[in-house]
């Protein structure tokens, strides 16, 4: 299921949407979406209350799409780093190869992705507060982040450098095993880089192992 679709933006007006999902952002995340208020919200982003629900007619929808920001925001900086460490026509020959790239991408995704505060908060938001927010069951940006690194899975088992029979179902487990194992930590410890690091690093040579080509696990 979709959001409810929201009123086309006036010229000008960019910047107080941008500041009301910052304020709201912030005092979900530190005040609790349940105690936080529209008229704090407005206060806060400097703009009327009227201008809050006028966008976003009301808290749960503004929730949502603080949410939502953050996940096309997440979805831009996947896609940003599949091109510069994962093309699809990677110039690659042997498997060593292709275990640097993947794992520099790993890595790549941990340091600048889950170390993004409005990720985290994003992350945090949910786990709180799914109940209220049906449209996240199969949302479309959950189904873009998975077809984004299956697209470049299916081109590496086209290259005979991995073994992929479901390139979807290859992306969730790629997933799996790097930025929720990530996710599943407490918060100390996803606040540190080298715990980070290692994990997604991990993560993505315990996916080549079980996605090499055959002929490899063989020998």
């Known amino acids: 299921m979709t959001a409810a679709p929201q009123k086309t933006l006036r010229p000008g ?21 349940e105690r936080t208020s529209m008229d704090a919200v407005a ?40 091109d510069e460490h994962l093309p699809e026509d990677i110039d690659s020959g042997a498997s060593d190869d292709l275990e640097r790239a993947v794992t520099a991408f790993a ?15 994003a992350v945090t938001l949910i786990s709180e507060n799914e109940p209220l927010l049906p449209e996240l069951e199969d949302h479309p940006l959950d189904a873009a982040h998975t077809q ?26 790629f997933t799996a095993l790097t930025t929720l194992r990530v996710l599943n930590e407490p918060l100390r410890r996803r606040s540190d880089p080298d715990r980070v690091r290692d994990i997604m690093t991990d993560g993505a040579r315990v996916f080549l192992r079980a996605y090499a080509p055959l002929a490899e696990r063989r020998s």
């Not at 299916?154 to 179902?169: I, K």
Request: glycine letters at 4%.
């Open 13 to 33: 007006q960019a910047h107080k949407r941008a500041a009301i999902l910052s304020a709201a952002r912030d005092l979900f995340v530190h005040v609790g979406v």
């Open 43 to 82: 206060a806060k982003a400097a703009v009327s209350k009227r201008t809050v629900y006028d966008y976003y007619g009301d808290k749960r929808r503004l929730l949502l799409a603080v949410i939502e920001e953050a996940g096309e925001a997440a979805l831009d900086t996947l896609r940003r780093l599949l």
């Open 148 to 173: 984004a690194v299956a697209v470049r899975l299916a081109a590496f088992a086209d290259a005979g450098l991995l073994d992929v029979d479901d390139p979807q179902r290859a992306a969730d487990h």
């Open 107 to 121: 890595s790549a995704l941990g340091s600048s992705l889950l170390a993004s505060a409005d990720y985290a908060a």
